[in-house]
């Protein structure tokens, strides 16, 4: 008798936790080998899927998304397709390889293939991005021999959905017993907006001094289309998943002062490429140049450009080694064309 009433007590427990241990399960996710899987789906990004498993009670669980058919699930969650569509609601498996998603907007459910899913309840983007670094180098010397120099480089990106601001600046200052022998500045501003998630247009200014090289101020003021060739999480491989490509064409209007030449004004192309490649953790990589083409006279333009490697020490501090090179092919008479600066700094990089 006792034994009886014994064995429905265990049978009803064990009803009674079945549901509160399947309670967090969500979804229903069916794999190419035929074994399907239970749980909480967290999200999927960059082609890996992660969830809290309900025969799992540890860590959450990840599982690569080339390897999933379907979904099926009784809670609305949010798919980021290929083409840039973001649908909400409730995902059930047609076929393998094939879903159909009810929404709330549409009575009939929307035919969802799984090999157009790039996100799955992906984590909210912050309104603006800004990424950027601080770097300076310098030294003193005294006694027999008397030399100070200074360096300052410095860059701020912030970035939405829509648009990108780039700001550069340099500034460079040398002296020795005989005074001043380096004193240059160099800034750049630029708007990009998307048009698309690529395509672009964009606007710029740069400014620009240097008084060995009777140049008081140069200026340019351009517009054009630039396109994102290579953005974040093109590429899977822990090399390249983080790497930056994009390229710019456009016109302007193009100006030099001088301090003893005559002063000079054209309507100028322009041409750029900015890179940047974070090989490792530690190590990023770096190249951008500006090229200006006069539209009036073929034989005048003026290159700049900037490339080095730059290495996260501890935290957020750095060290760069870069090397700039500035071009220009009709400069004040008696002054050289090209101009080479090397740079050894110590900055700070934020994000």
Known sequence: MYQKEFCVLVMLMVLLMVPVAYAGVLAQIDLKDGSRVLGEIIEMTEGKLTLNAAFSDGDPIVINWTEVVGITSEEPMTFVLDDGIVLNGNPRMDAPGSMRMQTTLLERPLPVNVASVIAINPPKKKAVVYTGNINFGGSINSGNTKLKNASLVGELIARSDRLRLTMLGRWIYGEDRSGVNARNAFGMIKLDFFITNRFYAYSSAIFEQDTFQDLQLRTSINAGPGYQFIDKGDFTSSYFKDMLLSGEIGVGFFNEDFKLAQDKNF??????????????????????????????????????????????????????????????NTPSPGFK???????????????
């Open 267 to 328: 309507v100028t192309g322009r041409w750029a490429i900015d890179l940047l490649w974070p090989v490792l953790p530690t190590v990023t990589l770096f190249h951008q140049h500006q090229g200006f083409p006069s539209l009036e006279d073929s034989s005048d333009y003026y290159v700049t450009s900037q490339q080095g490697v730059r290495l996260h020490m501890w935290e957020n501090f750095i060290s760069s080694f870069q090397v700039n090179w500035r071009y220009d």
């Open 337 to 351: 064309k090209s101009d080479y600066l090397y740079l050894l700094t110590l900055g700070y990089a934020f994000e």
